[in-house]
C-alpha cells in the first residue's frame, strides 16, 4: 500500500482496493468499530487515532458482512499524520502479514460483493 500522495499512473498493486462494508477494530481494544477506508487481499488502509510506528505489527480485529469475524496480523506500511478536524489523527496503510485461510476466502466473498 502506499500514501494518499501516491501517482495513481504507476499503480503497481497485486490486488485492487476496494471499499466494501467492512469493519474493524485493534484486537484486545475496547474502541468502537470502525469502517475500513480501503481493502484488498493485501492489506487495508485505516484511519486511527492510534499512532503505530512504520514496521509495526498490529492486530485487528475484522467485522464482514453476514456477520463473519476474523483477525489478521499487519505490518504498518506508511502513515501520515491528518489535520485537526480530520476525525481521526491518522491516516495508516497496513499490509497483511498473517490472515488465516477462513478470513481469506470471507474477505475475498466480501470484495466479491462489493457495497
Known amino acids: 500500500m502506499r500514501g494518499p500522495e501516491y501517482n495513481k499512473k504507476e499503480d503497481r498493486r497485486k490486488y485492487s482496493r476496494l471499499n466494501p462494508p ?9 474502541d468502537l468499530r470502525q469502517r475500513v477506508s480501503n481493502i484488498s487481499l493485501g492489506g487495508v488502509r485505516i484511519y486511527s ?3 503505530f510506528d512504520e514496521g509495526e505489527s498490529v492486530e485487528l480485529e475484522f ?3 453476514g456477520g463473519h469475524s476474523d483477525r489478521a496480523i499487519a505490518r504498518v506500511v506508511w502513515i501520515k499524520t491528518l489535520p485537526p478536524d480530520s476525525g481521526a489523527n491518522y491516516d495508516i496503510g497496513l499490509e497483511f502479514e498473517d490472515l488465516s485461510e477462513k478470513a481469506r476466502e470471507e474477505l475475498r466473498k ?3 460483493e462489493k457495497d
Do not use: C
Request: net charge positive.
Open 22 to 30: 467492512i469493519y474493524y477494530r485493534v484486537a484486545r481494544s475496547k
Open 110 to 112: 466480501a470484495l466479491q
Open 49 to 51: 487515532d492510534e499512532r
Open 63 to 65: 467485522f464482514l458482512p
